[in-house]
């Protein structure tokens, strides 16, 4: 029993760990990379949480106001917002996309990227938890 248990301990223990900071330079260099992507995606849903706060605050205005000038001028100001949140939103999904095809892309570069590794499983995370977070 012992054995069994220093044996897959030791299995375990092999694996570079990324909370630890065990990893190589290409694997850091790598994972740099891939995180400038993922700022670039954060900043753009930053951008789009900022135009969507600000739709809503025009709307909560047209529920108050009642003059077909200002509310044809609040429309006028809400049109533009809508189509850059639309058009970011696109932005948005291309890039995770992209992103996505760069992690399978990543597993077949080298066998230090294979699927289950902890470089694979980081990308795949920060993946999936902007795309949760859009």
Excluded at 22 to 51: M, P
Excluded at 62 to 69: A, D, F, L, Q, Y
Aim: net charge negative.
């Amino acid at each position: 029993m012992n054995l069994f248990l220093s044996f897959s301990w030791n299995c375990f223990a092999r694996e570079r760990d990324l909370e630890i900071g065990q990893l190589s330079l290409t694997d850091e260099e790598n994972l740099s990379n891939f995180f400038r992507e993922i700022e670039a995606v954060k900043g753009n849903n930053e951008e789009i949480t900022n135009l969507l706060i600000d739709l809503q605050n025009l709307n909560e205005e047209t529920e108050t106001t009642h003059g077909p000038k200002v509310l044809r001028g609040l429309r006028d100001r809400m049109d533009p917002d809508m189509v850059s949140v639309l058009r970011k939103a696109k932005i948005v999904k291309e890039k995770l996309e992209a992103l996505d095809k760069s992690n399978v892309a990543n597993r077949k570069f080298s066998v230090a990227y294979a699927e289950g590794t902890v470089v694979d499983r980081t990308r795949v995370n920060m993946t999936n938890g902007l795309r949760v977070k859009t």
